[in-house]
């Protein structure tokens, strides 16, 4: 059965692409495969500065008899605009600007400088330019598709969905557009609208490998474990070079905590240049939670220069180094971030403090435990560390502080009282921490808790009797 295991009933529909150029030389058109079949792979996955070529001769002619058609200047404007982009995109798009600046221009024009515009990631301008395209031809599909895109790559998912839901729900909607429809369907957590158009896409090509992938991934949201690590083995099972399937496969066997074998897809991902920084980062945390502090730190080497343009990866960029051991670099992640003005978080503020016990810098440590508390009153993590920090001082009564803080912020957790009891037996108090351990065990503190109680009746009734 292959791949169509996963389709309930019939077989895929493979659709043949004729690429062959049927042109009338009084239109200079080609035939409405060659638009779709030759556009497909530029168009796809947003690689618009792939094959720019394909896509000024598309957009710079006429296409069946419904398309409209360009004048002869348009179409020279492109081919020359199509040759300078080979070499220079910005040349290019400057080409075409400056004669849609000047003339009314036709929309292939408009969504040639617009595809432009966005492998120039332009996004905004090139927004307005698709949307110029489609009110001179409100049928022009690409431009739709387009623009879609473009609002998906600025986030704008609700609005990429509202345009696309029509079309994608119509008897001709073309697998590129259900690939993009289901993304965005991913990206607003509606995974189970989104498998089903992942299988539409499917059906409708049955060798699109991202409608498979697509699919895979849907799996992975709901939490289909079994389903998608069965799907993702096959596609690496029939693509092993592709190594975005790896990448899937990878956690889809994490998801079901088999860790050694989501490494070997991992270092398969990387091997393959398919790992970002985020999948680096995640290897290296494996390496560490394994105790290969060796393999992490070379990992996270990599994972440091390829996330340099990614803040949003670079609090747990450090805090992934500082595990490793690599403490130099984790202080330069986090110095980076702060320079951006960066939103601290627990992991920055968590992370300052490991980076300053490493040091030994009691002080320091002491400050990032008392700004997180600052920055989160509430936090219980924070209100534990910074008591543990003063317990480990034997300070106890400002231990008790923080203890009782937290305490009183997570009234039905048995930590804080636990920690109060620790400090009431350094202090001999078996009284006052024989309380604390009944609390504890009251809120669930588990086996543990109870021998700790029974412990302490005991030294207590020794200092009675005493």
Not at 6 to 30: F, H, I, M, N
Not at 105 to 121: I, W
Not at 364 to 393: C, F, I, K, M, T
């Amino acid at each position: 059965m292959g791949m169509k295991w996963y389709l309930t009933r019939g077989s895929c529909k493979t659709s043949k692409v004729d690429t062959e150029v049927d042109p009338p030389a009084s239109r200079q058109a080609y035939s409405a495969s060659f638009w779709r079949g030759r556009l497909r792979p530029a168009l796809m996955n947003g690689r618009f500065c792939k094959s720019l070529t394909i896509l000024f001769l598309a957009a710079a002619t006429a296409v069946m008899a419904e398309r409209p058609t360009v004048t002869r200047q348009e179409a020279a404007l492109l081919e020359q605009a199509a040759d300078v982009a080979q070499k220079n995109q910005v040349e290019a798009l400057a080409l075409i600007e400056a004669v849609r600046e000047r003339d009314r221009v036709s929309a292939p024009v408009d969504y040639s400088a617009a595809n432009l515009m966005t492998a120039l990631e332009r996004y905004e301008e090139a927004e307005e330019a698709y949307r110029e395209a489609l009110e001179k031809w409100p049928g022009f599909d690409e431009a739709q598709l387009g623009l879609a895109r473009v609002l998906t790559l600025q986030a704008r998912w609700a609005d990429s969905e509202t345009l696309l839901r029509d079309r994608a729900q119509s008897a001709d909607a073309t697998t590129e557009l259900l690939l993009l429809y289901g993304h965005v369907l991913l990206e607003l957590n509606r995974a189970i609208s989104a498998e089903t158009v992942f299988r539409r896409a499917a059906w409708q090509d049955g060798d699109s490998r991202a409608a498979l992938g697509g699919l895979a991934r849907s799996f992975l949201v709901q939490q289909r474990w079994a389903e998608c690590a069965a799907l993702a083995e096959e596609l690496v099972a029939q693509y092993p070079g592709e190594g975005s399937y790896w990448r899937l496969l990878a956690d889809a066997r994490l998801a079901k905590g088999d860790r050694q074998a989501a490494v070997v897809a991992l270092e398969s991902a990387r091997r393959l240049g398919a790992a970002d920084a985020a999948a680096l980062i995640l290897l290296g945390e494996l390496h560490v939670a394994a105790g290969r502090t060796a393999e992490a730190a070379r990992v996270l080497d990599v994972a440091a220069r390829e996330a340099e343009a990614q803040p949003g990866l670079w609090l747990r960029l450090a805090e992934s180094l500082a595990w490793s051991g690599l403490w130099e670099r984790a202080e330069e992640v986090l110095d980076r971030y702060a320079a951006r003005d960066g939103e601290p978080t627990a992991t920055y503020f968590r992370t300052r403090a490991r980076l300053a016990e490493q040091q030994a810098d009691a002080a320091a440590e002491r400050v990032a435990y008392a700004s997180w508390v600052r920055h989160d009153p509430v936090n219980r993590e924070a209100l534990l560390a910074l008591g543990d920090w003063y317990a480990a001082q034997s300070e106890w009564a400002k231990a008790d502080t923080w203890y009782e803080r937290a305490a009183q912020a997570h009234a039905n957790d048995a930590a804080p009282w636990t920690r109060l009891a620790r400090t009431a037996m350094a202090r001999e108090d078996y009284a006052q921490a024989e309380s604390h351990l009944a609390r504890a065990h009251v809120l669930g503190g588990g086996e543990s808790v109870e021998q700790a109680l029974q412990q302490v009746r005991r030294l207590r009734a020794l200092q009675d009797e005493d």
